[in-house]
């Protein structure tokens, strides 16, 4: 775990795979809010994401770390992949709790359309006593704040929004163009588009027989 600066961010997800959007949400974050350090914690089961073309979780961890590497506020955490079963956030911000201690506040980095379903959430009631919550802009999502707080009481008060520039890039589409042997540079940092291309992620045994076809022309 890390030392116990005063403020903390939170960047949960399956990161299958990590890309630049998720790179400059969490630069905005910590620019921002004056987070001393964000944590990027790779789920090990998602409870809301079944995709039939993954990468396993210690492979998610990996182009996580490398992803981060070239910044020193941003540190990749191994915390959901150690734990068995589904990854919940609650049981996620416990453990930091505990560990850090109450004199570190945490602020949890959400997209908007994970807040509009933050009420589905396990023990999503006290979520915000727990952190509170930056929610970036993602296309087609404008949570409704006086409707959740209906059913999440205090959450309107610690939910802070980011201006972080809106990058229209999603991991399902990155998977779907390796498997279509289109180019994922910039989208990805290059150290995870080398990662992906090495070790073969997200070919199905067709793909991988078709990009091998392809090679064995030039």
């Given at each position: 775990m890390p030392d116990c600066p005063r403020r903390i961010g939170v960047f949960g997800g399956t990161f299958d795979p990590i890309h630049s959007g998720h790179l400059c949400v969490a630069e905005e974050?910590?620019?921002?809010?004056?987070?001393?350090?964000?944590?990027?914690?790779?789920?090990?089961?998602?409870p809301f994401k079944l995709v039939q073309v993954s990468a396993t979780a210690e492979d998610r961890l990996a182009m996580v770390q490398l992803a981060v590497a070239d910044n020193p506020a941003f540190r990749a955490l191994r915390l959901e992949i150690d734990r068995p079963g589904p990854s919940f956030t609650v049981d996620t911000l416990r453990a930091l709790r505990v560990e850090l201690g109450e004199d570190c506040e945490l602020?949890?980095?959400?997209?908007?359309?994970?807040?509009?379903?933050?009420?589905?959430?396990?023990?999503?009631?006290?979520l915000p006593s727990l952190a509170r919550i930056a929610v970036y802009p993602r296309p087609?999502?404008?949570?409704?704040?006086?409707?959740?707080?209906?059913?999440?009481?205090?959450?309107?008060?610690?939910?802070?929004?980011?201006d972080a520039v809106q990058m229209d890039i999603s991991a399902s589409e990155i998977r779907q163009r390796v498997q279509d042997g289109r180019s994922i540079r910039y989208l990805v940092p290059a150290p995870v588009e080398t990662f992906i291309r090495e070790h073969h992620l997200y070919l199905t045994e067709r793909d991988g027989a078709r990009q091998l076809r392809r090679c064995s022309c030039l």
């Open positions: 974050a910590r620019d921002s809010l004056g987070l001393a350090q964000v944590l990027f914690i790779p789920a090990r089961v998602s602020v949890l980095i959400l997209g908007g359309d994970a807040l509009a379903s933050l009420a589905s959430w396990r023990e999503a009631r006290i087609g999502a404008a949570p409704d704040l006086a409707r959740l707080e209906q059913d999440l009481p205090g959450l309107r008060a610690a939910v802070v929004e980011l």
